[in-house]
């Protein structure tokens, strides 16, 4: 059973995003908490993605990969530019944060938090595919959030 646990004070899981945290808006990512890192954990990585962008970019949107989350670190802070870990590059074509810009609807906002056995050796290049690969075999946990945000 998963101990790992991610929620965010802006928002609750399966609510609405606050516009602030949106592209045309202030764009910075939202608060999150972290609990329940299992004690074996060498890093963490968050992906936040978007599935529902297949159907109007054809493929799922890819909104913040970060890697090498030491893994005591119980939160992440909103407008969060990290120094003890790695970013990379999202699907506007721009290191770090890139908040919900839904086209056409509104769209279910998915924050993948991963536990690994590991630490990464990536470069500012890697997306979330790259970031995928590289984990595989190392998940000890993982944890989800989801949120929603319209245009």
Do not use: C
């Amino acid at each position: 059973m998963s101990s790992l646990s991610l929620t965010s004070p802006a928002f609750d899981d399966g609510d609405r995003i606050p516009e602030k945290y949106g592209y045309q808006h202030d764009d910075v990512n939202p608060p999150l908490l972290i609990d329940g890192v299992p004690d074996d954990a060498e890093s963490l990585a968050l992906v936040i993605d978007d599935p529902d962008a297949v159907e109007p970019a054809g493929k799922v949107w890819d909104h913040w990969v970060v890697w090498n989350v030491p893994p005591e670190r119980t939160e992440i802070p909103e407008d969060w530019s990290p120094d003890d870990a790695d970013e990379g590059t999202n699907d506007y074509g721009e290191p770090g944060y890139g908040g919900p810009n839904p086209p056409d609807r509104e769209h279910t906002y998915v924050f993948t938090l991963y536990a690994l056995d590991t630490t990464l050796d990536l470069g500012a290049d890697t997306d979330a595919d790259a970031l995928e690969s590289a984990i595989e075999g190392h998940v000890i946990d993982e944890a989800t959030l989801e949120g929603t945000y319209a245009p």
